[in-house]
């Protein structure tokens, strides 16, 4: 009977250490899972934000879009064109830089803090078009006025102001404008960032959008400029542009093929 009585305590004593083993396990499963899973929400959310960003749409959509020359296009071809900036009246000046330009794209953003963390809040987000064509060799295009546009600008100028470092006149006289000012109420310098970017004469660009054949005339442009490519959006989609090389090269499948169809 002793022997017996020993056995059934040493299977009793195994099976309360297989049951402390797997709360165990369980246990650390759980800790090392639940943060995981923290982070592959975030990871996720970061990974939506970018993807649906203006910067990674504009790109998208230009470099999955069939490139063509503006002298190869039919009136109804929807397709893209890579070109040169060539102002048609005075040009804007960027309001940040004070570059002459044909459009500008400005980006203030206010640094908030919320307990112990902090996030940039987006205060003014602007962007402003003169009159300008795009020029591929001898033929232009022309955005229509009345169009969607959808764009990406390299921001290639950036400021900041903030504890020990004043806004400049130019930035401040900007904010202005918009009812803002670079201090709060009780007269510190908020913490800011200002971001701009700008079309300048004969720069590069890549524009995706419906062409249609017209006089430059019936769209207000120089009669000199003779028929002209008017790219507008559709019902599905905006007009997209972008200044960044990546969307350029794509169009010819290399740099140097654009720079060449374009001059």
């Known amino acids: 009977m002793c022997w017996k009585a020993t056995y059934l305590l040493d299977n009793k004593i195994a099976t309360e250490l ?7 396990h369980s246990f650390m499963n ?37 490139g063509m020359k503006i002298s190869s296009f039919l009136s109804g071809d929807i397709a893209k064109v890579a070109g040169k900036v060539e102002f048609v009246d005075d040009p804007l000046i ?35 078009s003169g009159t300008f064509v795009i020029r591929d060799g001898r033929y232009r295009a022309h955005i229509s006025n ?21 806004a400049t006149d130019m930035l401040e006289k900007y904010l202005q404008t918009h009812n803002m ?14 971001k701009e970017g700008v079309l300048e004469e004969d720069e590069c660009i890549a524009v995706v959008g419906r062409g249609e054949w017209k006089n430059a005339s019936e769209v207000n442009l120089p009669d000199s400029f003779g028929k002209i490519l008017v790219l507008s959006s559709t019902n599905e989609e905006p007009i997209y542009l972008s200044d960044d090389p990546d969307t350029v090269e794509i169009t010819y499948n290399g740099l140097p093929e654009v720079e060449a169809a374009i001059k």
């Open 146 to 166: 009345d169009s969607t546009l959808k764009t990406y600008l390299v921001q290639d100028v950036q400021y900041k102001s903030g504890f020990y470092n004043d």
């Open 181 to 194: 000012g670079s201090e709060n109420m009780l007269g510190f310098n908020k913490t800011l960032r200002y």
């Open 30 to 66: 759980t800790e090392f899972l639940l943060p995981a899973f923290f982070v592959l929400i975030i990871a996720g959310v970061i990974f939506l934000q970018y993807y649906y960003s203006r910067k990674a749409v504009v790109k998208r959509k230009l470099k999955k879009a069939t």
């Open 94 to 128: 960027a309001p940040l830089s004070g570059r002459r330009c044909a459009f500008y794209y400005v980006l203030v953003e206010q640094q908030v803090s919320t307990g112990k963390s902090s996030h940039w809040k987006k205060v003014i987000e602007e962007e402003v």
């Open 18 to 24: 297989s049951k402390s083993d797997y709360k165990t």
